[in-house]
């Protein structure tokens, strides 16, 4: 692409501008690596100045250079190799938001925090960890944000604006903030693929080939505030408001050919609109100098919208229109009590409740040629579910002794589910219990030498999704004639969901070794386990199902048996700063992973966890120019190729994964900063093989999808 798309968008924001040493990042007179020693549990802390000085523009972008985040082949976050393990939360809480938290704008973002393992705090779920998200408050200090950038990748532009002002009424206990944050985004997507089948012992023989183009635009409008009121010393109230739209638009175009000649044509398109209003209120209560009680309620409502259409033009079926809407109502209701105490024995405790509440309502529409698809319809066209949670916990971190801290905790919640599908009820529910417990040793009460310990029961629970009976009948094994379908094939599985899953349950250990080097220097070993029961996944098999008169290949989640998980990570930050006081400023960060994981009720060798891969790594430059402030950031990620198993009848391969990003930050002066952002520098195509095996048969497809590099430039300014 030519730089000139890049730099005819440029936009604006603000941002608060400190130390011109970015490897030494400061919080409260401390670096980040200086900060994160300070936590029994190993919490990793992402600072306001280390976000600033990333010249990313979303949390996402900003997590993908730290050592300790996992990203996956499809592009998905976590820890310890696991992102399908990793919970996500905001201000400690579940997100209630429309928008993904990784899609957050760093503008919003105080701080991050990481724990590889679990704590009480932070609920019972996240068996491989949990990222946090601490949002940025209304302040007693005014000040206003503006941005504005675009993008580009293949030809296909895409904007960016932000506006945020915190302000201080004279002579009131007030502060507010206000930010208004819209974007648009359009993504191409291109895919080749060709299928075999081998008929028992036969060799493989071509059986179809095929090409799939699109092209998806992503809109989003978010409007927030936050307002804040001392009442006195002791007591402050906040309201924060949000409202948000997000729209995303995909059209494309599919061709198949078969070896007998026979062909597929389809044009597709579909319109997936979200609205969300929410309402969070809290309240802080300074009970005495070394206790509070904080509440936190939330009230939020969402309308989802979205319709498709797919004309398919068969050589043997002839032309059909199938037109699919779905119409979605969801209200959330949250409240959170949480009360902390410090003891003069050196003991933090802290014990806490929370209660949510889901309800959602699904209207179907189905129509094959204008008529109702009848196939569709077996469990009614409309759902109700109703989803209740009840979380207690309680932790105490004590500091036993200059070099010894514990930190002991139990966390528990009861889920309830009422599913209501036409005439189909379904009640599946679960009562978990989470201990857990951290132990940190400082060697001869030296902070940058610390042994870490702990152990923790934890969760992944099934999503009221994966419980919903009602099936997606796979459009390329169609049902035209207005009666129940006939058969489909292994690679036209059918899907629908599970009521009876279980949740998963997870005993892991963590032992570390972390030497620090200096204020912004440590390196870091770590040993993981992870021994999981139910493991969710999915299962293909030949059912009778209502849908349809002869029995159909049907994909659902299903609970696997046991897993077992064994790992070592290797990370390391250097500032060279740190090392000697007139080097260049330069600071090295990155990380090396190795994992095997094993699916006991499978057969092997390839049964491991899907996503976790046998090994890892990452690396991150930056170096700030001696004659300049410019920042330059540079970021490399290797993932290997390698093959996994589904389920019994199924396994993938996907093939190795390196992506090379690369930005420049320069400060233009105290109020402005201009930068500009390559992401997948090398735009390398990834391939991928499914095979499927049934009775007498094996069906074999290669796939490969295009990459695409991505330009940006960004003009951020303090008004």
């Known amino acids: 692409m030519k730089l000139k798309y890049c730099c005819l968008m440029l936009l604006a924001s603000t941002q608060v501008y400190a130390d011109d040493s970015p490897q030494k990042v400061v919080v409260n007179g401390q670096t980040d690596v200086e900060a994160s020693r300070d936590f029994v549990a190993g919490k990793l802390i992402i600072s306001r100045k280390t976000l600033e000085d990333s010249g990313q523009q979303s ?126 985004r359009t993504t191409p997507s291109a895919e080749q693929y060709q299928q075999t089948q081998s008929l ?24 927030s505030s936050d307002i804040a009121w001392t009442a006195n010393p002791e007591h402050k109230l906040s309201i924060s408001p949000e409202a948000t739209y997000f729209g995303v638009e995909t059209r494309g175009q599919e061709q198949r050919l078969w070896v007998d000649s026979s062909t597929l044509s389809i ?13 969070p209120l809290g309240w802080d209560w300074t009970v005495s100098p070394h206790s509070s009680l904080s509440m936190k309620a939330r009230l939020n409502r969402t309308r989802r919208t979205t319709t498709g259409q797919r004309m398919e033009d068969w050589s043997t079926e002839g032309d059909h229109l199938r037109a699919q809407d779905q119409d979605r109502d969801m209200t959330n209701r949250f409240l959170d009590l949480t009360f902390k105490t410090a003891f003069s024995s050196s003991h933090d405790f802290s014990a806490g409740m929370k209660l949510i509440r889901n309800d959602s309502d699904i209207d179907y529409t189905d129509l094959i040629d204008g008529q109702p698809d009848l196939s569709q319809a077996v469990l009614g066209t409309s759902n109700h579910t109703r989803v209740e949670q009840h979380q207690f916990f309680a932790q105490d ?67 009221t999704g994966q419980l919903l009976l009602h099936p997606s009948i796979n459009p390329l094994a169609p ?82 048996g046991d897993a077992r998980l064994r790992g070592i990570n290797l990370e390391g930050r250097l500032a060279m700063r740190d090392l ?68 019994l009848t199924q396994r993938t391969y996907q093939s190795r994964r390196f992506t090379l990003n690369a930005n420049a930050n320069w400060k233009v002066n105290a109020t402005q900063r201009l930068v500009v952002s390559v992401d997948n520098l090398l735009a390398n195509d990834s391939n991928s093989i499914n095979e499927y095996y049934g009775a007498n048969q094996a069906l074999r497809r290669y796939s490969s999808n295009d990459a695409y590099t991505r330009f940006s430039v960004r003009l951020e300014m303090s008004l």
């Open 59 to 184: 949390v996402g972008d900003a997590l993908r250079r730290e050592p300790a985040i996992t990203v996956g082949k499809n592009g998905m976050l976590g820890l310890l190799g696991l992102p399908g393990y990793t919970q996500m939360l905001v201000d400690g809480q579940p997100n209630f938001s429309a928008i993904d938290p990784a899609a957050m704008d760093l503008a919003q973002v105080e701080k991050i925090e990481i724990i590889k393992s679990a704590t009480a705090a932070t609920g019972p779920f996240g068996i491989a960890g949990t990222i946090n998200i601490i949002r940025r408050k209304a302040a007693r200090k005014a000040m206003t944000q503006l941005r504005a950038g675009g993008t580009t990748a293949s030809g296909y532009g895409g904007a960016n604006a932000m506006l945020m002002s915190n302000q201080l009424p004279s002579n009131l206990p007030l502060s507010y903030n206000f930010m208004l944050n819209a974007s648009s």
């Open 200 to 223: 028992g012992t036969a060799a493989p023989t071509p059986q179809l080939r095929g090409e799939s183009t699109g092209v998806n635009r992503m809109e989003t409008l978010l409007a």
């Open 267 to 279: 044009a597709r398109q579909q319109r997936d609109r979200l609205t969300s209003v929410g309402l």
């Open 397 to 463: 971190e004590w500091r036993v002794s200059k070099n010894l801290s514990v930190n002991l905790g139990l966390s528990t919640e009861r889920r309830t589910h009422e599913l209501d599908e036409g005439n189909v009820h379904n009640n599946p529910r679960f009562s978990i219990w989470s201990p857990s417990g951290h132990v940190a040793y400082k060697i001869g009460g030296d902070s940058k030498r610390q042994l870490r310990a702990s152990v923790a029961r934890t969760f992944q629970a099934p999503e």
């Open 479 to 560: 049902c035209y004639d207005r009666a129940l379908c006939g058969a489909n094939t292994l690679d036209t599985a059918d899907s629908a969901g599970n009521p009876y899953l279980l949740p998963e349950r997870s005993m892991g250990i963590n032992l570390s070794y972390a030497h620090g080097l200096g204020a912004a220097s440590e390196a870091k070993i770590e040993f993981y386990t992870r021994d999981i029961r139910h493991k969710i996944g999915t299962e293909l098999a030949l059912e009778n199902v209502a849908w349809a008169s002869v029995p159909r290949y049907v994909i659902r989640p299903a609970n696997l």
């Open 580 to 647: 000697w006081k007139t080097a260049p400023n330069l600071d090295w960060q990155g990380s090396v992973g190795y994992a095997h994981s094993e699916l006991r009720d499978l057969p092997g060798p390839d049964n491991r966890l899907e996503g976790q891969l046998p090994w890892r790594a990452k690396l991150g430059v930056g170096y700030g120019l001696a004659d300049m402030p410019v920042k330059l950031n540079l970021d490399a990620n290797w993932l290997p190729g390698d093959w996994f198993r589904n389920n």
